[in-house]
């Protein structure tokens, strides 16, 4: 007797272990693959423009020569806004001790290149040219985009040259300062303007030395300013307007550590304004960063406090009945900089008080900020406030009506405050690369 099985389904031909081993094994590869599946599917598309550019977004505040940029670097494509971009190039600069300026670039990938950063920095002398300065920017500029260039369709057309260098074999030895580090500026200038029933002339003075280590830094400057205006009421009645002032400061500052520094400030005054024909102060102060020293740049949350002594010769009979006076002081400031890819935060807090009074005071406030609220918009405001408690200087003699107007003597307030704001939107094409000169003073 023959025995013939009907099979249902090619599967039922499978034992009933294999299918269980087939089972767990399909599954275990459904797991593995999942997390992959969904991270592909909620990444961000890496879109590309028709041309297959990088797309760059330049935050530069200060320095660059963004036309000349456009004209030199043609192989990206120049965004304005941060979120339209593949990659944001934060460019901040600092003043160096020898007078020149220390630049860092922070390449920020986004999009397709997430995650991908690196830091470039350089200086420039003091000498530098605007030439010299965007020539160099332009160079460093190319350097950090070609990580990210090779990456697109333009990588193709990329190539790499090399200046001609001298060989291992030739020895670097560090030049020598015969000015130890020190950098002298000198300046003058004026201006003159006039009709017929009025005119004015200023004239001023600058003089500063500086000298700038990792371990100390000292600073000596000088400046005057005179101005003197003349107004023609009548043929009869003419009024002159004569101001002056001088000043003559220094700052010497020694390193404590990344975030340690302390220091002495010392300062000679004259100003017809303010009533004192002399003031002279000292002051020794002590400051801590939260942050290091080092990055600066990007970020720096300070805390000052000094004390100081500063003698008046004052021009005129004050308030208090004073001609001379020497007053103790001391103050308490807080100053926050912050520069990230969302904008810009700055502020300062200072509280200064008299010792012998402790009831004369000054309270000052400021802050600044430029926000991108979002794609095409951002916000940038400025304020200032000053709480007044102190103006011991004040001439004790009434203020006639033509000093009033124009501005000739420092008057009794208790306050002052500034305030300026904006808002900007933009919207449209994305791309700026293109550069058009003329009617350029249009």
């Given at each position: 007797m023959?025995r013939?099985?009907?099979a249902?389904?090619?599967?039922?031909r499978?034992?009933?272990?294999?299918?269980?081993?087939?089972?767990?094994?399909?599954?275990l590869v459904?797991l593995?693959?999942?997390?992959?599946?969904l991270?592909?599917?909620q990444?961000?598309?890496?879109?590309r423009?028709?041309?297959?550019?990088?797309r760059v977004?330049?935050d530069c505040?200060?320095?660059c020569?963004?036309?000349?940029l456009k004209?030199?670097?043609d192989f990206?494509d120049?965004?304005?806004?941060?979120?339209?971009?593949?990659?944001?190039v934060?460019v901040?600069?600092?003043?160096?001790g020898?007078?020149g300026?220390?630049?860092t670039?922070?390449f920020i990938?986004l999009?397709f290149?997430?995650?991908e950063?690196?830091?470039?920095t350089?200086a420039?002398?003091?000498t530098?040219t605007?030439d010299d300065?965007r020539k160099?920017?332009a160079?460093?500029f190319k350097?950090?985009?070609?990580?990210?260039?090779v990456?697109t369709?333009?990588?193709p057309?990329l190539?790499?040259?090399v200046?001609?260098y001298?060989?291992k074999?030739?020895?670097?030895?560090p030049?020598?300062d015969?000015?130890?580090?020190?950098?002298?500026?000198?300046?003058?200038?004026?201006?003159m303007?006039?009709?017929?029933s009025?005119?004015?002339?200023?004239?001023?003075v600058?003089?500063?030395?500086s000298?700038?280590?990792d371990?100390?830094?000292i600073n000596?400057s000088l400046f005057s300013?005179?101005?003197?205006s003349?107004f023609?009421?009548t043929?009869?009645?003419?009024?002159?307007?004569?101001?002056?002032s001088?000043?003559?400061?220094?700052?010497v500052?020694?390193?404590?550590?990344?975030?340690?520094?302390?220091?002495?400030?010392?300062?000679?005054?004259?100003?017809?304004f303010s009533?004192i024909?002399r003031?002279?102060s000292?002051?020794?102060a002590?400051?801590y960063?939260f942050?290091p020293y080092?990055?600066?740049?990007?970020?720096?949350l300070?805390v000052?406090?000094?004390?100081?002594?500063?003698t008046y010769?004052?021009?005129?009979?004050t308030?208090?009945?004073?001609?001379?006076?020497?007053?103790?002081?001391?103050?308490?400031?807080?100053?926050?900089?912050?520069?990230a890819?969302?904008?810009?935060?700055?502020?300062?807090?200072?509280?200064?008080?008299h010792?012998n009074?402790?009831?004369?005071?000054?309270i000052s406030l400021?802050g600044?900020?430029?926000?991108?609220?979002f794609?095409?918009?951002?916000?940038?405001?400025f304020?200032?406030y000053d709480?007044?408690?102190?103006?011991?200087?004040?001439r004790?003699?009434?203020?006639?009506?033509?000093?009033?107007l124009l501005?000739?003597q420092?008057?009794?307030?208790?306050?002052?405050y500034?305030?300026?704001?904006?808002?900007?939107?933009?919207?449209?094409?994305?791309?700026n690369?293109?550069?058009?000169?003329r009617?350029?003073?249009f």
């Amino acid at each position: 007797m023959s025995r013939q099985y009907h099979a249902k389904n090619p599967g039922d031909r499978v034992p009933k272990r294999m299918r269980a081993y087939r089972s767990s094994f399909l599954l275990l590869v459904c797991l593995t693959l999942l997390p992959r599946a969904l991270a592909l599917a909620q990444a961000p598309p890496s879109v590309r423009t028709p041309s297959g550019k990088l797309r760059v977004y330049l935050d530069c505040m200060y320095e660059c020569d963004t036309e000349y940029l456009k004209q030199n670097i043609d192989f990206i494509d120049y965004v304005r806004d941060r979120q339209s971009s593949e990659l944001h190039v934060l460019v901040t600069t600092e003043n160096t001790g020898g007078g020149g300026t220390s630049w860092t670039l922070k390449f920020i990938g986004l999009e397709f290149f997430k995650d991908e950063e690196h830091t470039l920095t350089f200086a420039t002398p003091q000498t530098a040219t605007s030439d010299d300065k965007r020539k160099e920017f332009a160079r460093v500029f190319k350097l950090g985009l070609v990580s990210y260039a090779v990456a697109t369709d333009i990588a193709p057309n990329l190539d790499v040259s090399v200046k001609a260098y001298e060989g291992k074999g030739a020895e670097v030895k560090p030049a020598k300062d015969r000015w130890n580090y020190w950098v002298f500026r000198f300046g003058a200038g004026g201006n003159m303007n006039g009709e017929r029933s009025s005119n004015n002339r200023n004239y001023r003075v600058n003089f500063s030395a500086s000298r700038v280590t990792d371990e100390w830094k000292i600073n000596i400057s000088l400046f005057s300013n005179t101005n003197r205006s003349s107004f023609k009421v009548t043929d009869d009645f003419v009024v002159d307007s004569n101001t002056n002032s001088w000043n003559l400061s220094s700052l010497v500052v020694k390193s404590w550590g990344p975030q340690w520094s302390y220091g002495v400030r010392s300062s000679v005054n004259h100003s017809s304004f303010s009533n004192i024909n002399r003031s002279m102060s000292g002051a020794p102060a002590i400051e801590y960063d939260f942050f290091p020293y080092s990055e600066s740049s990007r970020r720096s949350l300070t805390v000052q406090y000094s004390m100081s002594l500063t003698t008046y010769d004052y021009r005129e009979l004050t308030i208090f009945d004073k001609m001379q006076e020497t007053v103790p002081n001391h103050s308490v400031q807080t100053s926050l900089g912050i520069r990230a890819p969302w904008g810009s935060l700055g502020g300062s807090a200072n509280i200064s008080q008299h010792l012998n009074h402790m009831d004369r005071y000054r309270i000052s406030l400021n802050g600044n900020t430029d926000i991108r609220l979002f794609k095409g918009l951002s916000f940038d405001i400025f304020a200032q406030y000053d709480k007044i408690g102190d103006q011991i200087a004040l001439r004790k003699a009434d203020v006639t009506t033509e000093e009033v107007l124009l501005h000739l003597q420092q008057r009794a307030t208790g306050y002052s405050y500034f305030l300026n704001f904006g808002i900007n939107y933009s919207f449209g094409s994305i791309f700026n690369s293109t550069v058009n000169p003329r009617f350029g003073g249009f």
